[in-house]
C-alpha cells in the first residue's frame, strides 16, 4: 500500500461532525513503519487533533523517532495543507529535505518538503546556549 493509500484509508475514521473536513495523514519512518492519523475534532474548538498530529503521536508510541516520508489527504479543491502547529511538529521528527505529498481525494497531488512546508523553523539549535 503507497502512502497516500494509508492517508486515504485512514481519513475514513476521522471524526469530523462539525467541519466535515476529514483529513488523513500517514507517516514512514526511517525503519519503514508507516503509521496513520486522522482529525478528530471535538465541540469544545480548538481541543480536536489534527491528522498530522494523530501519525506522529502514535509514531511516538511504538518508539519511533525519525521521520522519512509523510503524505496528508483531504476532500479538498487542492492539495491539502498541514497547518501551521502540525507543520512545527512534522519538522520535530524530519529533517527539511523529507518529501511530504499533499493530496485531495480526486487525485491531485504535489509534491513538497518539510522544509519547504516550514522554512527558518524553530529547532533544537535555539536551545543550545554559548
Known amino acids: ?43 469544545a474548538y480548538p481541543e480536536g487533533t489534527c491528522a498530522e498530529a494523530g501519525a506522529i503521536a502514535a509514531m511516538c508510541a511504538a518508539g519511533e523517532r525519525e521521520i522519512a516520508e509523510v503524505a496528508v489527504i483531504a476532500d479538498s479543491p487542492i492539495p491539502v495543507s498541514p497547518c501551521g502547529g502540525c507543520r512545527q511538529k512534522l519538522a520535530e521528527f524530519g529533517a527539511g529535505d523529507v518529501p511530504v505529498t499533499l493530496a485531495t481525494t480526486d487525485g491531485k497531488t504535489q509534491a513538497t518538503t518539510i522544509g519547504a512546508l516550514l522554512p527558518g523553523a524553530f529547532d533544537e539549535d535555539y536551545m543550545i546556549k554559548s
Do not use: W
Not at 494509508?6 to 513503519?33: D, M, W
Open 1 to 43: 500500500m503507497s502512502l497516500i493509500d494509508a492517508a486515504r484509508e485512514v481519513r475514513e475514521n476521522a471524526h469530523a461532525p462539525y467541519s466535515e473536513f476529514k483529513v488523513g495523514a500517514a507517516i514512514k519512518t526511517k525503519s519503514g513503519q508507516v503509521f496513520q492519523g486522522c482529525n478528530v475534532e471535538n465541540v
